[in-house]
């Protein structure tokens, strides 16, 4: 059996072999830490629809709870359209969790004041 690290050095191409050794470690590195892409839902311009008349129907009694600063059409963390609430506090048990069938996602937010 030849020793192939032996002849590479006899002939001088040592340094070529441990830097394509070196850059097919990094790629194999590379490949095996990059971050894991979650697929979005596409939007559904019919539930945007339902979700803007529903904001619009309960509007008025959602910024009634005290807290609540704000309403908006939004996502879940996994795309799904939802319907936003921006409250004081996202642990008010007065908020809803749903509304219609859609989930109600409740985002913290401080008081807003106009200037």
Partial sequence: MKDPLGRLI??????????ALLAALVFAVCVRTQPKVTKMAPPDSNASAQIARLIEAHAA????????????EGRMPDGRPCILLLAEDPNDPALPKE??????????SDTLRAY
């Avoid at 006899?10 to 830097?19: F, N, S, V, Y």
């Avoid at 009694?61 to 908006?72: D, K, N, S």
Wanted: net charge positive; no cysteine; charged share 20%.
């Fill in 99 to 108: 509304l219609e069938g859609f989930p109600v996602r409740v985002q913290q």
């Fill in 61 to 72: 009694r959602l910024m009634a709870i005290p807290g609540v600063h704000g309403v908006a």
């Fill in 10 to 19: 006899r002939e001088g191409r040592a340094p070529l072999a441990l830097i």
